[in-house]
């Protein structure tokens, strides 16, 4: 294995590098302060690993995501969301049988607390859904007692099962809430999207038919945001985990950073800039803000901190688009804004020499959007699909036997010590 050395105040130290099964090797600096005093300084991390894991790996440079090893582009085409979670916790694909079991058990965790539902009605009709998804998940610790305490395998499990098929849920009656519907209740006979769909759009009025094709493109967005590696959220939730905390208030952590434009709630902020665009003739000018210095105007949907590649998941949403407009038998002008958007973009060498390129935010709105859900529903649609790579990467977490308490130092720059001066002195 080879060292890194550094040199401090003429003393020589060596570091460890590490290898993985596939990717950047890393420096093992652990040892570092205590031996030399120094602290390394990463701001954003952006070349800081957190941790060790075995669950998603991302060559951001060749646009490549791979799950458990598994492509992203052959998940999407050939797997469903249940099997793509299955595969996340567990690390092997299931068997038929264990898919079915799998299956079964989540579909029977798909009922909220009755008095949940009372709960609901402490927010105001106008309240953002991730406002609601915040408050309602972290809120699922005050009602499942029999499944936080983390150092038993058996309750982590339950635990891990009741948020994956509980998030559906939720999310549907954060809907429901702000359009003045009845909540629905689930149907285990339904599958966890097409469920997830009678939940939001059915009423109790009359019978609520899944279009198959719909399903088929919901479940596939859910695969496409299941998990991503070490992202903000994740990170949020690794970081409230660590200390010991429930998995349920982690996972409200999560929601709750992931609800930023800069991540998750790109999605939302992506169509509705596409909305003020309006048109291709005005591509040009947002284009100009976008690489204007003084403008804080950026391209929503464009850009990654890890890929500087096109984004795998972008491109499965765009066909998806075509998938979703031929079956509902719609279309949107925005789409066609969309894609000359991208196209002039990438033509443009400011985005070139940037790397940036379409995320999986570009396009997936206006699936969302065609498929009957208001943009405010985007980012929790996404805190749904990302629920399983959080409880996942937080199980690997509490598992492995290395794990401590994330607590990063500074470098300090504020007053150094003075002495307290009585405020009839100052
Ligand atoms: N439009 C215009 N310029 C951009 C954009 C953009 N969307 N993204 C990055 N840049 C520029 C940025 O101004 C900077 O330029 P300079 O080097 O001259 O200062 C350079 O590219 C690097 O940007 P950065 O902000 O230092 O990069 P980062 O890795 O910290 O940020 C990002 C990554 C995703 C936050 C950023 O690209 C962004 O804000 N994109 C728009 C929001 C978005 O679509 N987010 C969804 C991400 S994918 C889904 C998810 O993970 O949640």
């Not at 149907?187 to 999207?193: A, I, P, V």
């Not at 967005?221 to 991503?228: G, K, S």
């Not at 591509?283 to 804080?296: G, L, M, V």
Request: charged residues 20%.
């Amino acid at each position: 294995m080879a060292n890194v050395k550094l040199t401090s105040e003429g003393k020589d130290f060596e570091y460890p590098v590490l290898s993985g099964s596939v990717g950047p090797d890393v420096v093992d600096i652990r040892k570092l302060y205590g031996q030399t005093g120094l602290f390394t300084f990463d701001p954003g991390f952006t070349s800081t690993a957190s941790c060790e894991s075995a669950l998603t790996y991302i060559d951001g440079d060749e646009g490549i995501l791979l799950h458990r090893g598994y492509p992203i582009g052959q998940l999407a085409e050939h797997s469903s969301f249940m099997e793509v979670s299955y595969l996340l916790l567990n690390g092997e694909l299931p068997s038929q049988d264990e898919l079915g079991q799998f299956e079964y058990t989540i579909s029977r965790h798909t009922m909220l607390h009755e008095q949940l539902a009372t709960f609901y009605r402490g927010f105001r009709r106008d309240a953002h859904p991730m406002a609601i998804m915040c408050g309602v998940v972290g809120a699922l610790s005050a009602f499942y007692h029999d499944s936080t305490d983390i150092s038993d395998p058996m309750q982590r499990k339950i635990a891990s099962h009741r948020l994956i098929a509980k998030m559906p849920t939720i999310a549907a009656m954060a809907y429901k809430y702000s359009v003045g519907q009845p909540f629905m209740y689930p149907r285990n006979d339904l599958s966890y999207t097409g469920n997830f769909l009678r939940m939001t759009f059915g009423v109790p009025a009359e019978e609520y038919e899944v279009i198959p094709e719909v399903e088929k493109a919901l479940d596939r967005i859910f695969i496409l945001h299941a998990d991503h590696e070490q992202n903000a959220s994740t990170s949020t939730v690794r970081l409230a985990g660590s200390s010991g905390a429930n998995p349920f208030a982690c996972i409200a952590a999560g929601i709750a950073c992931l609800w930023g434009p800069a991540h998750g709630g790109a999605n939302e902020a992506a169509l509705n800039m596409l909305r003020e665009i309006g048109t291709p003739d005005r591509i040009k000018h947002y284009i100009e803000r976008a690489k204007d210095k003084n403008d804080p105007f950026r391209l929503m949907g464009f850009g990654h901190r890890v890929y500087k590649n096109y984004d795998p998941r972008a491109t499965v949403m765009q066909q998806t688009v075509r998938d979703v407009f031929k079956a509902l038998k719609v279309t949107d002008p925005v789409f066609e804004t969309a894609l000359q958007l991208e196209e002039i973009a990438l033509s443009d060498p400011y985005f070139a020499e940037k790397k940036l390129f379409p995320n999986v935010d570009f396009y997936s709105g206006i699936i969302l959007s065609a498929i009957g859900f208001p943009t405010t529903m985007f980012t929790a649609l996404f805190a749904l699909a990302r629920t399983v790579g959080w409880v996942a990467q937080w199980n690997e977490m509490i598992s492995d036997p290395g794990q401590k308490i994330g607590r990063p130092r500074q470098l300090y720059t504020g007053p150094t010590q003075r002495e307290y001066v009585p405020v009839a002195q100052r």
